[in-house]
């Protein structure tokens, strides 16, 4: 496994620690987009506008050489994200993603200097890359998860290395008093790297029962009609094992329009994926071509350069030194 650096303390996912895999996104409910208006043909290459011209871009090479260490940890106060029901498995042609009603809700919260990728600011801080003030930096954040989608391969790489598939879980991110306001929220993005079993036998029973309903291109299947109206998605199963190590810094969507101040958070462990759970992922993206909505199996865009950007490291993990 590759190794990088230090992210936010995690509790354990069971109550998870508020900053995991976080990709915020500033411009509210952008979120990776619909499918129609672009293509993964030239892995985002010929993409326009912000896409082109922006410089903190996502996703990045994640290399070991460019992580720095906070100061200090920042308190992040513990919470769990809660469970959904009424899950839909929904086929976007370019992607492939979860949705459900959320059943008990989430308390994971942060303060908008950690959503800002900026986790040891105090007093009032601005929008990264603008003179607009963000808020109080001690400011505490609701955040609530909004749906998780998959990319194959991995959209980040670990030192030039692909993963073969990356999730990302969407939440807004909301707080009265600053640019994350409950009427317009931000969002954070929690992602999570899969690499093959050791085998390649060995499945995610995490995948296993959403694989196993993805619909028809642009098609909805729901939890009550493929599992079951008992069926409860538990978001504490979504991330890794070991939360304890992770990178964040500022960037953005990894689709059109590509807007920036979007806060990424990757973790360091992966989890492990089948051959067989790929192959039904890459069918399912393969059957939108065939069906002449999109001109390409993939949906990863390519590595995106870090230009001036601090990329923050963390390992709760280690012992604290005096």
Not at 204 to 226: E, H, R, Y
Not at 230 to 253: K, M, N, V, W
Request: with cysteine; net charge negative.
């Amino acid at each position: 496994m590759v190794q990088f650096g230090t992210v936010l303390p995690f509790a354990g996912w069971r109550s998870v620690t508020a900053l995991l895999v976080l990709s915020v996104i500033f411009s509210g409910l952008l979120v990776h987009g619909d499918p129609a208006p672009f293509t993964y043909a030239d892995f985002g290459l010929n993409w326009n506008g912000t896409c082109k011209d922006g410089l903190r871009q996502s996703p990045i090479n994640v290399e070991k050489s460019l992580f720095t260490r906070p100061p200090s940890s920042p308190p992040v106060p513990a919470g769990t994200f809660g469970t959904g029901t009424n899950v839909s498995v929904q086929h976007l042609g370019n992607q492939v993603k979860v949705a459900w009603k959320q059943a008990t809700p989430s308390t994971v919260t942060m303060t908008l200097g950690a959503f800002y990728a900026q986790p040891n600011a105090t007093g009032m801080i601005k929008v990264p890359g603008t003179d607009t003030d963000a808020g109080d930096a001690d400011t505490v954040m609701s955040v609530s998860p909004v749906q998780f989608h998959f990319h194959i391969n991995s959209e980040h790489t670990l030192g030039g290395r692909y993963s073969t598939m990356e999730t990302h879980l969407v939440t807004n991110v909301s707080a009265a008093n600053t640019s994350c306001p409950v009427s317009k929220p931000c969002n954070a993005v929690y992602g999570v790297l899969y690499d093959y079993s050791i085998d390649g036998l060995g499945e995610s029973d995490f995948l296993a029962t959403i694989f196993d309903n993805i619909p028809d291109p642009n098609g909805t299947t729901t939890a009550k009609t493929f599992l079951g109206g008992d069926f409860t998605l538990l978001l504490a199963d979504y991330f890794p094992e070991d939360t304890s190590r992770y990178i964040q810094y500022t960037g953005s969507l990894t689709t059109p329009p590509c807007s920036e101040n979007v806060l990424w958070t990757v973790f360091e462990a992966t989890r492990p994926v089948s051959f067989a759970q790929t192959e039904q992922l890459s069918r399912a993206l393969a059957d939108a071509v065939i069906a002449g909505l999109v001109a390409s199996r993939t949906d990863n865009r390519f590595p995106q350069l870090v230009n001036d950007r601090t990329i923050w490291y963390f390992d709760t993990a280690e012992p604290e030194t005096s």
